[in-house]
């Protein structure tokens, strides 16, 4: 069940490429902070498990991967406590960065969140932990927010972040919070709409999609010009609503 997860630490020197099992079993216990490895499905990170349809979670990469997240902020100094509101009013800022290389949005992404009180980061997917998300609060009043790239398309990486944004500022956060892409109650209908809203003015998009020509790519290119957003944006939630 963790042979990814003892491959990305092979490749991260916290784990030897050549140890022994019983080698890598005691690293791994070191790593993930559990006594022994047959616990991890009782931790109580399991209590984040929201919805019925869990048959695709593995408990032990699911664990991992919550390490893995909490370990990338470990060095990070977020020295403001959470503030929703300034993060509200970064949204057309954040915007934005869609227009952005990869790298330098990243970057200041980071630097956005940080000034709210919130240590951001993209950390790797794992098959067995099928999660867009992962929020935690901190002890001294900030948040954690780490997400994936699960599915590899910018529309969707958009969509999943003004999706975790509405989380933390519709307070859906008590303390931590795994944000897992078969979740279908009232708290993610309500992040889904926050989400598809802020990227696209919903009264536009539904003017719109009445029009005859809503499949030309010409028609959409001046769509996403006149919105302000980029092309695969609108491509991307036409697709999702089976328009084109």
Wanted: hydrophobic share 40%; charged share 25%; with cysteine.
């Amino acid at each position: 069940n963790l042979k990814q997860i003892v491959e990305y630490f092979v490749e991260k020197h916290m784990i030897k490429e050549n140890d022994s099992n019983s080698s890598i079993v005691l690293q791994l216990r070191r790593i993930l902070n559990v006594s022994n490895l047959t616990y991890i499905p009782q931790l109580s990170m399991q209590g984040a498990f929201r919805g019925s349809d869990t048959g695709n979670i593995d408990p032990y990469v699911m664990c991992a991967w919550q390490k893995i997240c909490e370990m990338k902020m470990e060095n990070v100094n977020i020295e403001k406590p959470l503030d929703t509101e300034l993060l509200k009013t970064y949204i057309p800022q954040i915007k934005r960065l869609m227009f952005q290389e990869a790298n330098k949005m990243r970057k200041e992404l980071q630097e956005i969140f940080a000034d709210c009180g919130i240590a951001f980061n993209i950390v790797r997917h794992f098959k067995g932990a099928p999660v867009q998300g992962f929020i935690k609060k901190t002890d001294v009043g900030n948040m954690l927010l780490c997400m994936t790239l699960r599915q590899a398309f910018a529309d969707i990486f958009w969509f999943t972040l003004f999706h975790e944004i509405a989380h933390i500022i519709n307070g859906d956060v008590k303390n931590y919070f795994c944000d897992f892409d078969f979740s279908k109650d009232d708290i993610e209908r309500k992040a889904d709409e926050f989400a598809g809203d802020t990227l696209i003015n919903r009264s536009a998009l539904k003017k719109f999609v009445s029009r005859p020509d809503r499949e030309s790519i010409s028609a959409i290119t001046c769509f996403a010009s006149q919105e302000d957003i980029p092309l695969f944006i609108v491509v991307g939630r036409l697709q999702k609503e089976g328009l084109i």
